[in-house]
């Protein structure tokens, strides 16, 4: 950016990139910076640009970084972290998730919002779009390393979602609050860069070291669970076949990792009506076409054994969230927000939430909110602990 003044850069003038850096078209999401007398000092149709190659080039070391918010708050920090690439956190650009109310003018006495007092000219980071699939693109286009979130905490604004974005795509994400709030009151006196709180986001569980261990927990799990429970597994579907004839197995389609789908195996307790009714109905407790066999199997969760088989072909885990059918998944993620969220990780045969009693006909905003609590704390020992809870609680069979 060494041909672009600050002011330049910050009004949106700029004239060239220099090869590599990406264009985009100001609209209602790409809110320029006031100007001295109060407007935005842009030309109409100007385009927003990020600092080519090069300039990223002359911050060797430091990371390319996003600046969630675009207040003085935000372009304060953006200052001191341009000043000092010795923190390895450098500013490319804004993105501003707020209402237009809170970013339109700047302070009484004329300054722009995006110059701090004393800032030398000449080094700039840009705005760009805030939508979630620009977003994502431009952070893989630029090879951005870390997103600090400093936007002020107001409901409605896209913070959280464009957060966890950049943290699923590999993105060191940090929390900035305002010097002097009351969440930096809660945070360690080192975890600051020149004064200014600063918070790392916790990683994805798949980034965590331990996580490869998971999968062969997994594995060791499921073969030993299937050889021990093999005679086990051949009596019920003997029993299964005596009481209501072929077709032992049952396959129903579930919603996974990712929110991909994939064909469950349980031990047949119920011939349904049609393949609407499996699809459709919530719970089968109480339906007199369970026999006594049917029953036994569900009381004693029997019938989920043949879910070790989908573990072993990487469609579950042992502990997970357990997975639901694609009909209830639509319906649960309009009316909970953050119900989606436990498709995080691979679904489970057991859960936190399963071993706290959340079974069956029971609130599914509880489910999710342990579901999601498990995933954001997640660790090896978590699992084994669960595993741990649910042997016990088979053992000691309570009813359903």
Not at 123 to 129: G, L, T, V
Not at 359 to 378: C, F, K, P
């Amino acid at each position: 950016m060494s041909a672009t003044t600050r002011d330049e850069h910050l009004s949106g003038n700029a004239t060239g990139t220099g090869g590599g850096g990406v264009a985009f078209p100001a609209g209602p999401a790409v809110r320029p910076p006031a100007g001295p007398a109060g407007g935005t000092g842009v030309p109409e149709g100007a385009r927003y640009r990020l600092p080519t190659r090069r300039g990223r080039r002359s911050r060797r070391g430091a990371r390319p970084t996003i600046m969630l918010g675009t207040g003085r708050h935000a372009r304060r920090l953006a200052s001191v972290l341009l000043d000092h690439p010795e923190h390895g956190l450098a500013p490319i650009g804004f993105v501003d998730d707020g209402p237009p109310a809170e970013h339109t003018t700047g302070p009484a006495s004329g300054r722009s919002p995006g110059r701090a007092p004393g800032r030398p000219a000449g080094r700039a980071p840009e705005r760009m779009s805030d939508r979630p699939e620009r977003f994502a693109a431009a952070l893989r286009e630029h090879r951005v390393r870390a997103v600090v979130v400093a936007s002020a905490p107001v409901p409605g604004t896209d913070a959280p979602v464009l957060a966890r974005i950049a943290r699923d795509l590999g993105c060191e994400v940090f929390l900035a609050p305002e010097p002097g709030g009351l969440l930096a009151d809660f945070l360690p006196p080192h975890d600051h860069v020149r004064g200014f709180p600063l918070l790392r986001m916790r990683p994805v569980p798949q980034a965590r070291p331990s996580w490869r261990l998971k999968r062969l927990l997994d594995i060791a799990v499921a073969l030993i669970g299937l050889l021990v429970t093999a005679p086990l597994l051949a009596l019920c579907a003997l029993a299964v076949r005596c009481e209501g004839g072929p077709g032992v197995l049952f396959r129903q389609s579930r919603v996974g990792l990712g929110g991909r789908r994939f064909q469950m195996l349980k031990l047949r307790t119920l011939h349904p009506s049609d393949p609407r009714e499996s699809e459709t109905r919530w719970s089968i407790a109480g339906d007199e076409r369970v026999g006594r066999v049917g029953r036994l199997l569900r009381r004693t969760s029997l019938d989920e054994l043949p879910q070790l088989w989908n573990v072993l072909r990487g469609d579950m885990s042992i502990v997970g969230p357990r997975p639901e059918r694609p009909f209830f998944v639509d319906q649960f993620s309009r009316s909970l927000p953050h119900y989606a969220s436990r498709h995080r990780v691979p679904a489970g045969i057991t859960g936190w939430a399963q071993v706290h009693g959340l079974r069956g006909d029971t609130s599914i905003e509880d489910r999710a909110r342990l579901d999601n609590h498990y995933i954001d704390g997640w660790t090896l020992r978590s699992d084994l602990k669960i595993i741990a809870r649910t042997v016990g609680s088979v053992l000691r069979p309570s009813g359903g």
